[in-house]
């Protein structure tokens, strides 16, 4: 006998993404504790900096798991507004995360580095939203001299 697919009709959400891996179940775990899951998941177009086990681990979780609040500004300030692949985001431009803090991504070597962060895994894709994971939590990017290029 055969069996026909019905999965046109499955779409792959941001938390469906996150929750695939376990390397990133930390902050999976964070995005549905914090009760931010419905607004991630209703976000469109939107690129996730998750951070993984090692980078979550570095990371004071007891604040971020304690208070709500807290632990969504963490979450805001690894999602950037626009769906990238990370070879297609501008590697001299600075991005404003939804939260308060910039990103800016270079490559070195053949890897992609985002503010203090490599990436260790990425181009990970749901509907509206691509993941890539990296191995700390993001600090806000401040512009100097050494970030800008010359013509």
Do not use: W
Not at 24 to 45: C, D, K, Q
Not at 130 to 135: A, G, L, R, S
């Amino acid at each position: 006998s055969t069996s026909t697919s019905t999965s046109t009709s499955t779409s792959t959400s941001a938390t469906d993404v996150l929750g695939s891996r376990q390397d990133i179940a930390t902050f999976a775990l964070l995005v549905e504790r914090s009760g931010y899951e419905g607004t991630i998941n209703s976000m469109a177009n939107i690129t996730i900096f998750a951070v993984n086990e090692d980078g979550m681990g570095d990371t004071d979780l007891s604040g971020l798991f304690k208070n709500s609040v807290s632990g969504i500004a963490f979450l805001k300030n690894h999602i950037i507004p626009g769906t990238f692949d990370i070879e297609d985001l501008d590697l001299r431009m600075r991005r404003q995360t939804i939260g308060t803090y910039f990103v800016f991504v270079k490559e070195s070597a053949g890897t992609y580095i985002v503010n203090n962060a490599n990436v260790t895994a990425s181009n990970l894709d749901g509907d509206v939203c691509v993941v890539h994971v990296i191995n700390a939590a993001l600090e806000d990017h401040v512009f100097t001299s050494s970030t800008s290029t010359s013509t």
